[in-house]
């Protein structure tokens, strides 16, 4: 059995792109489970991406310029004719791919699994849609589609960004309504390295940890913990330490006073 758990690095106040998953499933008050928050959240932003993409092909298609060889015909509506084909040209095959690997992208940068910075967000949204307008630019100026459908990738990539960052905040307010999003933190570590994450994390209101208290290293709990062999009872350590403290996520500071600790 593997206990994951959180760190991060006591000597800064600056958070890290994206906080582990928790370490148990104790239910807080609410009866919801940190790991069952967490596969809430990515359901909720896993389908507003999708409406995004949707939403955003869509757009382009409607507002792409009028095409040279095609005289009074819609670049959008000669691409939307290919998409609402019987049989998906191999274009639109290739721009599902396209989207598949964006999502793929967002799960292995966690944005589905953990709480991750808004400016990471971003980032990750910036980069992952401009490699997507890139890769179906090249695919439609080698396949000889008409030529000003070249610009249906930047209309798509760009709205789905503007999108995607909407869907996000949407589904983050959506998850506060429903009382899912806060997540009822335990620091555990020495006085110094707990007060710096607790620092950490209250930068970061928008993620949701609130400080639900602190346990120190030298806790007999946290001890029999540190020290069980790796398994059942060391799951089972972690799931009372949370229960006693009230809480349903845990976080190791990476830096302990006592050596033996560490």
Request: proline share 6%; with cysteine; hydrophobic share 50%.
């Amino acid at each position: 059995a593997r206990t994951p758990y959180s760190s991060m690095p006591s000597g800064s106040a600056v958070m890290p792109e994206a906080v582990q998953r928790p370490v148990t499933d104790q239910r807080s008050a609410t009866g919801w489970s940190a790991t069952a928050r967490l596969r809430i959240q990515g359901l909720i932003y896993g389908a507003s991406d999708l409406l995004a993409f949707a939403a955003a092909t869509l757009a382009a298609h409607r507002l792409c310029p009028p095409t040279d060889p095609l005289p009074g015909v819609w670049a959008g509506q000669w691409v939307s004719a290919q998409w609402l084909h019987p049989r998906p040209t191999g274009h639109a095959v290739r721009v599902a791919f396209i989207v598949i690997a964006t999502l793929i992208y967002f799960h292995r940068r966690r944005h589905y699994t953990a709480r991750v910075p808004r400016w990471t967000v971003m980032r990750d949204i910036a980069i992952a849609t401009a490699l997507a307008a890139l890769c179906e630019e090249i695919l439609l100026l080698t396949a000889a589609y008409p030529h000003n459908v070249i610009w249906l990738p930047v209309l798509r990539w760009g709205m789905a960004a503007a999108l995607l960052l909407a869907g996000r905040e949407a589904g983050r307010l959506v998850l506060q309504r429903l009382g899912l999003w806060r997540l009822d933190t335990i620091i555990v570590g020495s006085a110094l390295a707990a007060r710096r994450l607790a620092g950490a994390l209250a930068s970061q209101p928008r993620l949701g940890y609130r400080l639900a208290g602190t346990v120190a290293a030298s806790d007999p709990a946290v001890r029999a913990v540190l020290t069980a062999h790796a398994g059942q009872a060391t799951a089972i350590g972690l799931r009372r330490l949370l229960a006693t403290h009230d809480g349903n996520f845990l976080v190791f500071a990476s830096e302990f006073a006592d050596p033996e600790t560490q």
